[in-house]
């Protein structure tokens, strides 16, 4: 049954960077490896942290240590011919409005969507996997910048609610829990939700999407009681929609 993901589409989006406990990507070693293959040229897409020198560093001393040759957006002298000339784009985490901003600003949104509906394979981690939804509407991010739209890559036709935390019962705050501020989303919006706990990440391929990871999901859908998955376990029928053609 279709999702609304283009069957070349392969996608794995990553709720955390960092597990409590081990380094940068060590939890999501195994699936990129796997979900990579023998892709030989990565283009990192740093945008959502303000160094992004540092934060290039990072990731390329990362991948180099999984064998990849990694070639970072903010170095290129065009950005959107990196784009063309990359094996797979990794789209790392930090500020969401910050990221997206400055994909309208190097004009990086349609050609990363051209380049995915080829089948170039995209990771997406915490912000990286909020651009890769219809919006970044679900985003916990604060909106220390302002992208001219909250419209973003439409890769997948499901929102992402990266780093999903559980009600605390025995928690004294009294603020809005993820939950809560999900389901007013849903009181605006039809676009089925995806509450991503850390250490849990969705591979989409070949029209189906699958939950991977250590933790599980939640399934948001408006009008209906939130949906528990293990990983192991398929989306597809839950998280049906139109992505962005």
Same mark, same amino acid.
């Given at each position: 049954? /279709?999702? @609304?993901?283009?069957? =070349?589409?392969?996608?794995?989006?990553?709720?955390?960077?960092?597990?409590? @406990?081990?380094?940068?990507?060590?939890?999501?070693?195994?699936?990129?490896?796997?979900?990579?293959?023998? #892709?030989?040229?990565? %283009? $990192?897409?740093? !945008?959502?942290?303000?160094?992004?020198?540092?934060?290039?560093?990072?990731?390329?001393?990362? $991948? @180099?240590?999984?064998?990849?040759?990694?070639?970072? *957006?903010?170095?290129?002298?065009?950005? #959107?011919? #990196?784009?063309?000339?990359?094996? =797979? +784009?990794?789209?790392?985490?930090?500020?969401?409005?910050? %990221?997206?901003?400055?994909?309208?600003?190097?004009?990086?949104?349609?050609?990363?969507?051209?380049?995915?509906?080829?089948?170039?394979?995209?990771?997406?981690?915490?912000?990286? /996997?909020?651009?890769?939804?219809?919006?970044?509407?679900?985003?916990?991010?604060?909106?220390?910048?302002? &992208? &001219?739209?909250?419209? *973003?890559?439409? %890769?997948?036709?499901?929102?992402?609610? &990266?780093?999903?935390?559980?009600?605390?019962?025995? /928690?004294?705050?009294?603020?809005?829990?993820?939950?809560?501020?999900?389901?007013? $989303?849903?009181?605006?919006? #039809?676009?089925? +939700?995806?509450?991503?706990?850390?250490?849990?990440? %969705?591979?989409?391929?070949?029209?189906?999407?699958?939950?991977?990871?250590?933790?599980?999901?939640?399934? !948001?859908?408006?009008?209906?009681?939130?949906?528990?998955?293990?990983?192991?376990?398929?989306?597809?029928?839950?998280?049906?929609?139109?992505?962005?053609?």
């Amino acid at each position: 049954m /279709s999702t @609304g993901v283009g069957r =070349a589409r392969r996608l794995l989006l990553i709720s955390n960077s960092t597990l409590y @406990g081990s380094g940068y990507l060590d939890h999501a070693e195994e699936e990129i490896r796997r979900f990579l293959g023998h #892709a030989a040229r990565v %283009l $990192f897409v740093p !945008f959502a942290l303000y160094d992004r020198d540092v934060y290039a560093k990072l990731a390329r001393d990362r $991948f @180099g240590a999984m064998g990849y040759r990694l070639d970072s *957006a903010h170095e290129a002298r065009d950005a #959107a011919g #990196a784009v063309a000339e990359a094996d =797979a +784009v990794f789209v790392g985490g930090g500020n969401t409005f910050r %990221l997206l901003k400055s994909l309208y600003d190097y004009d990086l949104v349609a050609p990363i969507r051209r380049r995915v509906n080829e089948g170039m394979p995209y990771i997406g981690s915490s912000a990286g /996997s909020n651009v890769a939804c219809p919006t970044i509407k679900t985003t916990k991010d604060m909106p220390i910048v302002q &992208p &001219p739209s909250f419209d *973003a890559l439409g %890769l997948v036709p499901f929102q992402i609610s &990266p780093h999903y935390l559980d009600p605390d019962p025995n /928690s004294t705050h009294m603020g809005e829990t993820q939950e809560e501020r999900i389901r007013q $989303f849903l009181e605006e919006n #039809a676009t089925p +939700v995806v509450g991503l706990r850390e250490g849990a990440m %969705l591979r989409v391929e070949a029209g189906s999407v699958e939950l991977r990871g250590r933790s599980g999901a939640r399934i !948001f859908r408006g009008g209906r009681e939130p949906v528990e998955l293990v990983p192991g376990a398929r989306l597809d029928t839950m998280v049906e929609g139109e992505a962005v053609a």
